[in-house]
């Protein structure tokens, strides 16, 4: 019982610092891949818009024209990202001007070579993520884990390894007075 209070007296730290590198540590592998993706696809977007800005991209400019029919009938695939970007069949562009009209969208653009690398490298990796966890079938659930370390963190930790401590304490005891030692004769 010693032991027991002497570890939740050294180790009282709050939970949310302990829950946090837990989760820091186990998801980094992923999470860390996808930082890197957030901020470098942000990196890239601001990258592109100042050289649109500054001219710099002018000779790789095209005009898009599709067809507002087209998109209604999902013969090809639109979708808008943001005010600046948007993605045509798979694809990213970034709006250098809009010169819509209306039965068609009309855009002087440019193909963002670089997110769609980003993104490509990023859609491997998770596919092959995917394929490499697939054989994990025997492996705690991260959110299970969590949940169970959340709800009671140091009271767990300390009942496992005070009975650890206890059953090797007693194990090594047995083992070195097996019998009873006499005292030598006078």
Partial sequence: MEF???ILKRFNFPKNYIAFAIISILLFNSSGYLILFISSTHFVKKI???KLLD???KDEITL???SKKDIAENKISFQWVDSREFRFNGKIYDIKKNLSDADSLRFLC?????ENLLEELFHSFSKSEIERNKDRSNQISLLTFLGLYIQKPAQLMVDFYSHKIQLC???QTNQFFAEVITPPPQ
């Avoid at 440019?110 to 670089?114: G, L, S, T, V």
């Fill in 4 to 6: 027991r209070a002497f």
């Fill in 48 to 50: 592109v818009h100042e």
């Fill in 55 to 57: 001219e710099e991209l």
């Fill in 64 to 66: 898009l024209s599709i």
């Fill in 110 to 114: 440019y193909y963002d070579d670089k």
């Fill in 169 to 171: 304490y007693f194990n």
